[in-house]
């Protein structure tokens, strides 16, 4: 498989899984994925898990609908049942998505109820079965993105033999969660904090598996942590590619420089107060195309000044029900407004 035509706005001679942001449930939706593509035109960006279910017997266009500018995009699935995956796969083909990619990594108890998860990866065979009715009826790549064990099972051998069985089924990209997913005692939240980070085991996998694409998730904050993983820019580390959660989430600004740090590419002269008019811009688009309100918009972005003076009062502006009345504009003048000159506003608005 030619990887290096998948996604064209990557640099030619990258890997096309060099950076990208995990999909995060109720976070990484189309909003939020307007702004990191605003802060970021190389990163390959992950919806949120779409269900087989929702996809088979609920709103389509609600599920998958996305924004040409998102491009490289994926669509990360949901199930264990192969024929439903086929079919959702075959969908977010013909909606445009990059790739398809492959939930076994998710721990929470629903998604355990429904079987699918991190839980698949007790049946290596199940989700080559599953690999295999994807592969066949897209042309797109089908990935997989799991963790490197189950509960307390920390031999290698799992995780080798999981990524072995399912590669000879088709799949030629593993984007791999360094921690083990505990099923029982622990919540999503604690399946992200407490099981320890084990990077040596995902480059050991690179190591055994050279011919595949091997990209690592879990922990990442810094840039010296990412290029301890990527190398630098023309050079080589460990593994194929980054995936990084959290902190792309609560610290969009960070994405800012990825695209010069990773990629290579020039410094992009972004500004936070360009990017925030940026997303007013789209706000107003979104009212005026769907009637969205800019309140589920702006929710993806309430990080985007931190570190900075008076980030906590624009956040708090940003997020404040009470201005939901007003157009999305006249919020970010108040964001922008210094406290004092704010008071005062409110003190002559009083007295009127």
């Known amino acids: 498989m030619n990887t290096e035509s998948l996604h064209p706005s990557q640099p030619a001679s990258l890997h096309p899984w060099r950076m990208s942001v995990a999909p995060m449930m109720d976070w990484t939706d189309r909003h939020c994925r307007h702004l990191h593509r605003l802060l970021s035109r190389h ?4 919806t949120e898990m779409v269900t087989t ?29 192969p024929a439903d995956l086929a079919a959702s796969a075959k969908l977010g083909a ?27 990866m007790n049946e290596p065979q199940l989700v080559a ?3 295999k009715a994807m592969v066949d009826v897209v042309d797109v790549p089908v990935t997989v993105k799991h963790r490197i064990g189950i509960d307390k099972v920390e031999e290698y051998g799992f995780v080798r033999d999981f990524v072995g069985t399912v590669a000879d089924a088709g799949c ?17 939240k604690e399946n992200r904090e407490i099981p320890p980070l084990r990077y040596g085991v995902v480059a050991r996998l690179k190591e ?18 990412v290029l301890d993983q990527l190398g630098p820019v023309g050079g080589s580390g460990p593994v194929d590619g980054v995936m990084v959660g959290r902190e792309a989430y609560h610290n969009p600004w960070w994405m800012a420089r990825w695209d010069e740090l990773f990629f290579g590419a020039a410094a992009n002269g972004l500004t936070r107060e360009r990017v925030e008019e940026q997303m007013v811009e789209y706000m107003e688009r979104e009212a005026a195309a769907h009637g969205t309100h800019w309140y589920a918009i702006a929710r993806h972005m309430l990080g985007l000044r931190n570190g900075l003076p008076g980030a906590r009062r624009w956040r708090q502006v940003w997020s404040d029900h009470r201005l939901k009345t007003l157009p999305a504009r006249e919020v970010m003048r108040l964001a922008r407004t210094k406290p004092n000159e704010a008071r005062a ?5 009083a007295a009127g």
Request: charged fraction near 20%; proline fraction near 4%.
């Open 43 to 46: 990163t390959l960006l992950y």
């Open 53 to 81: 279910g929702a996809l088979i017997h609920g709103d389509v266009e609600r599920h998958l609908r996305f924004g040409v500018e998102e491009h490289p995009v994926a669509l990360q699935l949901g199930g264990s049942e």
């Open 94 to 120: 013909q909606w445009g998505y990059d790739e398809i990619n492959l939930n076994c990594g998710c721990p929470s108890e629903r998604v355990q109820r429904g079987a699918f998860g991190a839980c698949l």
């Open 129 to 131: 079965d599953c690999v």
């Open 172 to 188: 030629d990209v593993f984007i791999v969660h360094a921690r083990n997913a505990w099923l029982k005692g622990l919540s999503p």
């Open 208 to 225: 055994e598996f050279p011919h595949l694409t091997i990209a690592i998730n879990g922990g990442f904050s810094t840039d010296e942590a």
């Open 345 to 349: 506003m409110d003190l002559q608005e």
